[in-house]
């Protein structure tokens, strides 16, 4: 294609950059040689106007609500296929053949066991340690146990991708053993992916888990469509820590802790912490959509960056949901409140003004409480599900012969050169922040502050320790040691 894009900068300077379209029509202007040309670089705060890769993987048209993995539908995959059919396809392209299949499930099941000693790293985690915190450690852990070599073959690379698919689901199930306290529980060759993560789960030495079809469809489906979508903050940290030639377990530990928050796989949690604090405040939902609507708080599973209609993936859930929660003893209250929660907030300018639907999240939630999946495992079956995706991108960039480190440029706004002030010179007036952010005295636009409801509901549930009365920040006086 031989359209151009022109800039005009400075003492009428003008630049032609090329544009180029992807095989669904989106159109981009290539900036690669700006700098380069001009001298200028371009500025997108979250990067919301920014491809930062051509990828083969997923479409999304947030506008229209659609979402491929390699040209299927998101639809048509939930409804006929099965995750590990989704993982191989994501990871190498087309849809496996029957004898493709049995050899990369034959794959995962032989990579489910992680090394013997690695078991004792659980007992080093405290009781209520979150089991996001353990399985980005764990993940982590994995490349000393099974070292990458810096040149891959193929078939190394096969196998880096099975123990990854398939650990990543083991120590996610022994990490909830070692929260309840339970002995942990082996795979098993004779189980599929999902029958075989839910019985390392629930069955324990006294008891066999009895698997339900209809638990394990939900798992599954729940699974597929969580496995890829495109540059998301996950996604974009895998590619951003391979680029650096990092090994693949430490790699897919930084997708892993970028998924923990909750803007992106923590929002799972946080729907049900809401639909928990209405159904205790006796409140049917009104009170909370007037204080997202005040800033006091986010609806969490509502809103999305790319998606400005109903998320695809919400549809499907919400269906999911319904059929699960119909079953016999299934039922639950809280369906009602979520329901009541979508049709209020779709009924107010607030939320359609802002383009907010229910995401993926939403109904996710009610699906996991159905299927006896604690609280505090949501996400990880969220870092369950995107493994595969993760490991497509980071595969495709391996592959890509243009690829180079990811290094973005900035704008400085700090101050201008100045002189070192010595210690007894120096003026108090406020402090520097976790993020290195200087906080005035009394300063209260920190953005986190925002957060605090979500975040006192997580406290509650023991995940987060609550800070010391007098948890006062470290100030000049401060008795701890500085340098
Ligand atoms: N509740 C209330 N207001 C909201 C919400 C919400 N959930 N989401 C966005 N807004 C408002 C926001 O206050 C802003 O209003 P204004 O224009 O008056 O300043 C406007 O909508 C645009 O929001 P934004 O924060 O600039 O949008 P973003 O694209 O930066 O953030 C988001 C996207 C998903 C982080 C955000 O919508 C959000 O925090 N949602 C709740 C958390 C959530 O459900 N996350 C899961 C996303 S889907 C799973 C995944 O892929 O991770």
Known sequence: MNEQCTINYGDNKQVSLPMMVGSEG?????????????????LDEAYVNTGSCKSAITYLDGEKGILRYRGYPI??????????EVAYLLMYGELPTPKELDAFSGLLNNSSLIHEDMRHFFLAFPNHAHPMGILTTMVASLSSFYP????????????VIANLVSQVRTIAAFSYKKFIGEP??????????????????????????????????AIDTFLILHADHEQNCSTSAVRITGSSLANVYAVISAGISALWG???????????????????????????????KNKKVRLMGFGHRVYKTFDPRAKIMKELCHKLLNKPGMADPMIDIAMRLEETALSDDYFLSRNLYPNVDFYSGL????AGIPFNMFTVLFAIGRTPGWLAHW???????????????QIYVGPPMRNYIPMDKRAGGGRTSLSGRFIADGDTSNPFVKSKRFTETVRNERFIPAPPPDNKPS????????G
Do not use: C, W
């Open 26 to 42: 989106e159109r981009a202007i290539d900036i690669s040689t700006l700098r380069k040309n001009t001298g200028l670089i371009t």
């Open 75 to 84: 639809e048509e995959l939930a409804t006929k296929s099965r995750f590990v």
């Open 148 to 159: 990458v070599p810096e040149e891959m073959s193929d078939e190394e690379e096969r196998q």
């Open 184 to 217: 942990m529980i082996y795979p098993s060759y004779k189980l599929r992916f999902v029958e075989n993560f839910l019985n390392m789960m629930f069955s324990s030495p006294v008891q066999n888990y009895q698997q339900d079809p209809d638990i394990v469809k």
């Open 262 to 292: 909750q803007r992106h796989g923590g929002a799972n949690q946080g729907v049900i912490s809401i639909l928990d604090e209405i159904v205790t405040s006796g409140d049917d939902g009104r009170r909370f959509i007037e204080d997202a």
């Open 367 to 370: 699906i996991l409480k159905a």
């Open 395 to 409: 595969r495709e960039m391996r592959h890509d012969k243009d690829n180079r480190i990811s290094r973005p440029r």
């Open 475 to 482: 100030g000049p006086d401060s008795s701890i040691a500085r």
